[in-house]
């Protein structure tokens, strides 16, 4: 393996871990849930199904990542 | 090995015992099809009425919800609206009050569903005289149809011939057809979390009580040669070992009742006016009272990516809780 493919595959395990990722979308569910119930603002409301769909989507992409 | 042709026993083959027709007859080879091909042929039927019944009526509804079909006017041709019925739910108080309502549903039923199932899966986890005749009544309740609770808690409730009502009037003095406890503003919203609390409590003491029976012996042991006393034994090794238990149990039952619908529209339909309108009964009325499909639909996907989403968080709480 030459030097440079040996970096690039410490910076794909350093940065591509599921653990944080995983932590980082389901923060972002749990947040637009409650953005979607709570009874304070209404714009966080309109902004709560992007929210909870980019979670979503990002929790399926990243439990695909290495442990 | 690839192909079946070696699993059976060639024609020669003898088993003491076997007469001879039924010897030839399972030493009949099968040639053909592959291991692959039989898997595939065993599996197909099951992935076509998945197809059917589960993946081809989320695609048509995600479709659906990008138009302003109203199934009253279907003669009218479908217009494709883009994001307009995402953006007509996401700005519409209505709604956002029916979600919060639901919000309200979830956390108090959960709430009690947790503390009293909690405390009954306690009092089961001790050895005691009629254990499993008490354990089976507790569990009735779960065993019982959504649709069959709603009906016969609807009787119940009655204010003229409903024995809740004489209860409550037994205990506080209050004449029993003074109140309604589905047909009034300030009660309605409280009966079906004690419905809701009733029926799924039991649920939750089963998980709390496999939580409580994984504690091994010796910790408590070890505990009683410190001398701690039960309420520190309670809070420093029984509270934290159950703890992802009633995670689960929390996040399960917190799913459940966001898409909670049959027992509350048999309870109350929503009422009294929109009182326990959850988000779930909204949609029925906007898909099947006033028709609007393409909205409906709308609001389905969103119900559909938050439950998804939850469902994510749960199942990755129940592989923490199965790594221990």
Not at chain 2, 70 to 99: A, H, K, Q
Not at chain 2, 156 to 173: A, C, D, E, R, V
Not at chain 2, 273 to 284: A, D, F, H, N, R
Request: hydrophobic share 50%.
């Amino acid at each position: 393996m030459s030097g440079s493919a040996a970096i690039a595959k410490g910076v794909v395990s350093r940065w591509f871990r599921r653990g944080p990722w995983e932590t980082a979308a389901m923060t972002l569910i749990g947040g637009g849930i409650v953005m979607l119930v709570q009874p304070w603002s209404i714009d966080l409301y309109s902004y709560s199904f992007v929210t909870i769909l980019a979670g979503t989507l990002g929790y399926v992409v990243v439990s695909h990542f290495p442990e | 090995m690839d192909k079946m042709t070696t699993i059976l026993q060639p024609d020669d083959a003898t088993f003491p015992g076997m007469s001879e027709p039924a010897k030839s007859r399972t030493a009949r080879p099968v040639r053909g099809l592959s291991d692959r091909t039989i898997a595939w042929l065993f599996v197909a039927p099951t992935i076509a009425l998945l197809l059917a019944i589960n993946i081809f009526p989320l695609v048509w509804m995600i479709r659906l919800s990008f138009t302003s079909l109203n199934l009253s006017m279907s003669y009218l041709p479908l217009r494709f609206v883009g994001l307009d019925n995402f953006t007509d739910i996401l700005t519409d108080e209505d709604v956002w009050i029916r979600l919060q309502t639901t919000a309200q549903f979830v956390i108090w039923s959960v709430a009690f569903q947790v503390a009293i199932g909690f405390g009954l899966a306690l009092l089961i986890n001790r050895q005691f005289r009629g254990h499993s005749f008490w354990t089976t009544i507790i569990l009735l309740p779960m065993m019982l149809s959504p649709a069959v609770v709603g009906n016969f808690w609807t009787l119940l409730l009655q204010p003229q011939i409903g024995p809740f009502n004489y209860l409550i009037s037994l205990f506080t003095g209050v004449p029993p057809s003074s109140f309604s406890m589905t047909g009034q503003v300030s009660l309605a919203p409280w009966t079906i979390v004690l419905v809701d609390t009733w029926m799924w409590a039991p649920y939750v003491m089963l998980i709390c009580l496999a939580g409580l029976r994984s504690i091994p012996d010796y910790i408590y042991e070890a505990a009683e040669v410190d001398r701690a006393s039960a309420w520190r034994q309670f809070w420093s090794i029984t509270l934290p070992m159950t703890v992802p238990f009633l995670m689960l149990a929390v996040l399960f039952r917190a799913i459940e009742n966001f898409k909670m619908f049959d027992m509350v529209n048999l309870l109350t339909s929503g009422g009294p006016g929109s009182t326990t309108e959850l988000v779930s009964i909204t949609l029925k009325r906007a898909a099947f009272e006033k028709w609007r499909t393409g909205y409906s639909s709308a609001l389905a996907i969103i119900l559909f990516v938050t439950v998804f989403g939850a469902a994510n968080i749960y199942v990755k709480a129940l592989n923490k809780v199965k790594q221990r």
